[in-house]
């Protein structure tokens, strides 16, 4: 129905910058809010930051100051600015997306297959 799918993980220094894409496609009526999840090894998935449809974001206390998310509601993509990162924040990252099909019907959430950054000390 729906498909999310990610670039732009990858290995970094410590201190450096990764920009992470997500791109929705398939059967889509409207998008409501978008996110930014990640999961470390042995941790649970966590909120990194989330956009409304209308442009409000939230973040993570841990990269506020340091990350960026955006969308451009045209193209159906959301973005993750990544600046200053650290170690801890290495993990496999996920793209979110609620998601409505059709005019009526709730929206119903989709996952993108994750992408791994990685932050070298």
């Known amino acids: 129905q729906v498909q999310l799918v990610e670039s732009g993980g990858g290995l970094v220094q410590a201190g450096g910058s990764l920009r992470l894409s997500c791109a929705a496609s398939g059967r889509i009526f409207r998008i409501n809010a978008m996110g930014w999840y990640r999961q470390a090894p042995g941790k649970q998935r966590e909120l990194v930051a989330r956009i409304s449809s209308g442009g409000v974001t939230n973040y993570a206390d841990s990269v506020k100051g340091r990350f960026t998310i955006s969308r451009d509601n045209g193209k159906n993509t959301e973005y993750l600015q990544m600046n200053r990162l650290k170690p801890e924040d290495t993990a496999v990252y996920y793209c979110?997306?609620?998601?409505?099909?059709?005019?009526?019907?709730?929206?119903?959430?989709?996952w993108g297959q994750g992408t791994q950054v990685t932050v070298s000390s």
């Open positions: 979110s997306a609620e998601v409505l099909t059709s005019w009526h019907g709730a929206p119903n959430d989709f």
